[in-house]
């Protein structure tokens, strides 16, 4: 394993801005294709992957994680941070705020496809059952928050993520019903790559920016605003990617949970 960090991007953060002796590689794996970006930024060894592709090319239904997990642990990454926008579902978040999430609420375990969420049984590893406490690696939380910290950005400690299926926003009905099983935050691709790090034995930390209240949450959030706050996504992101990478790069981490394998 190198020392380069995985970075995970989502809507509105296509590029880092700051990402110096960039190249492109083109890695292959079995679930396709992924340009993986290369360089330094904040002095560390970047691996940069923009999950929907160069201006928003591929919708969250038309994405595969599995091939982002597998590139990003082709070039030998030690951690990944992935970020997400997201809607919020806890009355206590407001749009702007930056949560570091610490559990998850994906109960279906499916890819877009409908395929399960797996990489066991399919020639990646013998069988196994990924078993954990929390699914996210806490070390790299921990450099995150303080990069958070350092940038000045007050972020949220905590909090559960919740996978929903898109392309559509979800109904009054089904946000009443996430509020009630403790969702802090949604967003449409975040489940899958938590899983599948996990499995693929990827130290990894999801971090939320929120930028709209999910439907029936307090005051509607109207759609200026939601362009304002996606704009902003971009620089407060970056700016914690910045602040947290040298922590990130420094540190060894150990992936959450352990793989119970079977040899067949």
């Keep these: 394993m190198s020392d380069r960090v995985g970075v995970i991007t989502g809507t509105g953060l296509y590029e880092l801005e700051a990402l110096d002796r960039r190249r492109v590689e083109r890695v292959e794996t079995p679930y396709g294709s992924v ?52 809607g919020a579902v806890s009355d206590e978040l407001e749009p702007g705020n930056v949560v570091v999430f610490d559990d998850l609420h994906f109960p279906s375990n499916r890819l877009p496809s409908g395929e399960l969420c797996t990489l066991f049984g399919e020639g990646y590893a013998r069988p196994g059952h990924w ?44 946000i009443a019903a996430l509020t009630d099983l403790g969702v802090s935050a949604i967003s449409q691709t975040g489940g899958p790559e938590t899983v599948l790090a996990g499995e693929a034995r990827l130290p990894l930390a999801l971090v939320g920016y929120v930028v709209d209240r999910a439907n029936g949450v307090g005051t509607p959030t109207p759609p200026h605003s939601i362009a304002r706050h996606l704009e902003s996504s971009k620089e407060v992101l970056q700016s914690m990617l910045v602040a947290s990478l040298p922590g990130l790069a420094a540190e060894r981490h150990e992936p959450p949970g352990t793989v119970f394998g079977f040899d067949g």
């Design 131 to 174: 078993i954990f406490d929390l699914p996210y690696s806490e070390s790299v939380r921990r450099a995150v928050i303080a990069g958070a910290d350092i940038a000045g950005l007050d972020p949220w400690d905590g909090g559960t993520y919740g996978h929903v299926d898109g392309p559509r926003l979800n109904s009054r009905s089904e």
């Design 35 to 86: 340009r993986v970006f290369t360089g330094r930024l904040a002095g560390a060894k970047v691996a940069h992957v923009p999950r929907h592709g160069p201006g928003h090319a591929r919708l969250s239904h038309q994405l595969d994680a599995r091939a982002t997990i597998l590139a990003l642990r082709e070039v030998g990454v030690r951690c990944v941070v992935a970020t997400t926008v997201c």
